[in-house]
């Protein structure tokens, strides 16, 4: 079809936007912060990520539905908040799969078992038991 581009896979798509190098962590600390958090406290959380780069992210992440902003005023400061809606939560679900699948598959092929896998690297782990959700990643581990 000359002058019609061929139409994306949407699951390839989805998963182009998972695999960049932020949406994850991203996700993640808006996760773990009762669904919401601040430019600043995400920021504060990741190390590494550029103001520029985060905010980026954020707006790409937005654009894909996956994030909403809101602003409020308190006093003279305005407060920026970004939480993860209907679909960045299912996104978060979906993200939460990965990663089990992902340690399954490392023990798998490595033989190895889950007290070998070093669950500190991501602080997935960790974070949860903070929000009392540790037993929702038990099948993780």
Known sequence: ?????????????????IGKKWTIPIMEEIY??????????????????????LSKSLDELRSYYLLSRSESNFGNVLHIQYELTDKGKRVADLIRDIKALG???????????????????????ERAKEKREGAFFTEIL
């Open 1 to 17: 079809m000359a002058g019609h581009e061929t139409p994306v896979c949407p699951t390839l798509n989805l998963m182009r936007v």
């Open 32 to 53: 773990f912060s009762d669904g919401k958090a601040s430019f600043n406290a995400i920021q504060d959380s990741l190390s590494g990520i550029t103001p520029r780069m």
């Open 103 to 125: 340690r399954c598959f490392y023990m798998y092929e490595t033989n190895a078992s889950c007290k070998d896998i070093k669950c500190s690297a991501c602080g997935l782990l």
